[in-house]
């Protein structure tokens, strides 16, 4: 294997960033199609629609799920437009159509993500749906996009509740691309991860550390600060090109183990990555102010710490090992980990992440009194 790394083509963020679209477009070629929900149609496209007058840029409406259906209509869209960018608006699954459908055609893709809840916006693999949302295929682009746009305003102004999610994602980076690190295993564009992939992992986390206490209270009264636009980066830049040029590890394979239980699923996909990274401090003996610095985290900036807080208010151990044996699946990431890694260790792990939480949470009420 060679050492890997895979970046978007261009990364533009601030506030009033998306009033540069029309010239991105104008840039990269000669007609724009914009992919959106009927969302970002009412609350995000008017207030550009002035400036963007003789840009004249259609808009195709988003049906609300990345399947085969709903790619097959946008790459006729495209056609019959003779567009050649589409620009996916939006979060994870309309970024995901855009994706796919402009590989499809060979044309360029913009992202502009409407909330900072995960890391996949600059990565160049997407996931594919049934019509009814079951998981069905990761896809992979010939390149990652051309160009990742975003509009800091748009992001103070989802809840924040997207944002925390989307640390949730983040955090886990560092800890997923150490543990490659370790034990050279395979990173997402299938090579070995490069120094820079590592270095960009590493100022993911540190930037969480420092900054995503602030960004958290300034998303929450919708203000656009500079410590917001750090965690904004790390979310959706450093996160990504962290995740992809340097590996997973326990922490998304956990996540993956967790969908398997449906009390889980009305918790964001970052959420449910931040409980996976506490099981894997214990799975991989991390060292224990690591620990306390991590579950600090969490729970300053509002991440589950517990299982009652993703849905299990009273786990049970037969239960949870469904998770714990999913997560373990031969192709999961998990097995980056060092050593042989077992349903069993997964299991104790994930009720010791669980205990660990609900301890320092009785702690703290008790120190309030
Ligand atoms: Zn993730």
Known sequence: ???????????????????????????????????????????????????????????????????????????????????????????????????IAADRTGIQVIIVPTIASTDAPCSGCAVIYSESGVFEAVAYQKMNPQV???????????????????????????????????????????????????????????????????????????????????IIEANILLSGIGFESSGLAAAHSVHNGLTALEETHSCYHGEKVAFGTLTGLFLTDAAPRQIEEVYGFCERVGLPTTLAQIGLPNPDRSHIRMAAEKACAPAEGIHHEAGRITPEKVLDAMLMADSFGKSRSRAHRGFEG
């Not at 840009?55 to 003779?82: N, T």
């Open 148 to 230: 990742v746009l975003v509009d800091s305003r748009i992001i103070a102004d989802a809840p924040s509740r997207f944002l925390v999610a989307g640390m949730g994602d983040a955090l886990a980076t560092w800890f997923e691309a150490e543990s490659c690190r370790r034990t050279q295993s395979s990173n997402e564009c299938a090579g070995i991860s490069t120094l820079t992939g590592l270095a960009l992992a590493r100022l993911c986390y540190d930037t969480l550390m420092t900054y995503g206490h602030s960004a958290r209270i300034a998303c929450e009264n919708h203000l656009v600060t500079a410590a917001l636009d750090h």
């Open 1 to 99: 294997m060679f050492l890997k790394a895979v970046f978007p083509g261009k990364y533009i963020q601030g506030e009033g960033a998306l009033g540069e679209l029309p010239q991105l477009v104008r840039l990269l070629g000669k007609k724009g199609l914009i992919l959106t929900s009927p969302t970002g149609r009412e609350k995000i496209l008017p207030a550009y629609a002035d400036r963007w007058k003789e840009a004249a840029l259609p808009v195709e409406l988003f049906r609300g799920e990345c399947c085969e259906a709903e790619l097959g209509r946008l790459v006729e869209r495209i056609r019959q437009e003779e567009a050649d960018i589409v620009i996916g608006m939006g979060g994870g699954k309309v970024i995901d159509t855009a994706k």
